[in-house]
């Protein structure tokens, strides 16, 4: 799964703090490519395998304050 | 305003006027309808920000357009507070300036206004002497030198 945050709107400050706050949840890698930040995350939980892009992009824009 | 609705995948999506509605203003919108929705953002801030809103509940299409039309209300709202901060700005400043001010010890606020000044020294050491009364400066000699000259 791979979720693409625009770097103008979503700040690495944000997302690096969301990836530490769910790593017991899931596996994470950042990258990027040229306006956005690239987050791939593996070994999802299987019971939040749903939810888990949703609920991450909810939480990185949450932290952005 | 042009919205595409994806009722297969609960989401709504629509594109903001960066012109007319600041990111800032956006960010806290969103913040507000973090609890009910999934809110993904996109775009560029400069001309046009996406905003998709992804129920967290099924949702119909009444309700999705529904949920549009509120999140531009509080967007209006905070557009609103975006400004009104804007223009209060400086007036806050002195406030709160003032407030702390005159919330420092007055002991303090002494010895801060006294040491900022430059050449300023403490009146208790009185080093020009003018501090001195004239009786105790002059008088005892001017008695001394009539004595002597008495002799």
């Known amino acids: ?65 | 305003m042009k919205s595409k609705i994806n009722q297969k995948e609960n989401q709504i999506v629509f594109y903001l006027n960066s012109k007319t509605y600041p990111l800032e203003a956006i960010y806290s919108t969103a913040y507000v309808f973090l609890d009910r929705v999934f809110v993904y953002l996109d775009g560029d801030p400069a001309k046009k920000i996406m905003v998709s809103l992804k129920g967290k509940e099924k949702l119909n299409k009444t309700q999705l357009e529904n949920l549009q039309g509120e999140f531009q209300n509080e967007l209006l709202n905070y557009l609103l507070r975006v400004e009104i901060a804007k223009r209060n700005q400086k007036v806050r400043d002195f406030i709160v300036g003032t407030a702390l001010v005159s919330a420092l010890p007055t002991g303090l606020l002494t010895q801060t206004s006294q040491s900022e000044l430059p050449g300023t020294v403490d009146w208790q050491k009185d080093p020009l002497g003018i501090a001195i009364p004239w009786e105790e400066k002059y008088g005892k000699k001017k008695r001394k030198t009539k004595k002597k000259s008495g002799r």
């Open chain 1, 1 to 65: 799964m791979m979720i693409n945050f625009n770097k103008k709107i979503y700040s690495l400050k944000s997302i690096k703090k969301a990836m530490k706050d769910y790593s017991h949840l899931a596996d994470f890698k950042i990258g990027q490519k040229k306006n956005y930040f690239l987050v791939k995350i593996t070994k999802i939980k299987p019971e939040l395998k749903d939810i888990f892009q949703d609920e991450f992009s909810n939480y990185v824009l949450s932290l952005h304050q």
